[in-house]
Nanobody, 121 residues
Framework: QVQLVEFGGGLVQAGGSLRLSCAAS????????MGWFRQAPGKEREFVAA????????TYADSVKGRFTISRDNAKKTVYLQMDGLKLEDTAVYYC??????????????WGQGTQVTVSS
């Protein structure tokens, strides 16, 4: 069993930055890959970024490449999503999930409750 809790969402102006955190508890955090997804109102949940268990490999959606950075601290059992150059279209509920580096939601076994990110003009 894994519990995931996201922190750090909020309201930010376009062009600004936010850092999301996802704290894990339960089974050994350092042994599994982690991902971030987001879901805007009326849209399907979409892949944002993922990181390997060691942190040596990362992957990003084209829409956030060059603006977002995923990282992790296995000692703190936390994965981060640094979001810079935020755009209005980044507004969504952001979720962290465990178990894969692939962009399909069904490949992830545990999910957090989500944190709202709202970008204003």
């Amino acid at each position: 069993q894994v519990q995931l809790v996201e922190f750090g969402g909020g309201l930010v102006q376009a062009g600004g930055s936010l850092r999301l955190s996802c704290a894990a508890s339960g089974r050994t955090f350092s042994s599994y890959n982690m991902g971030w997804f987001r879901q805007a109102p009326g849209k399907e949940r979409e892949f944002v970024a993922a990181i390997s268990w060691s942190g040596s490999s990362t992957t990003y959606a084209d829409s956030v490449k060059g603006r977002f950075t995923i990282s992790r601290d296995n000692a703190k059992k936390t994965v981060y999503l640094q979001m810079d150059g935020l755009k209005l279209e980044d507004t969504a509920v952001y979720y962290c999930a465990s178990g894969s580096m692939l962009p399909s939601t069904w490949r992830y076994d545990y999910w957090g409750q989500g944190t709202q990110v709202t970008v204003s003009s």
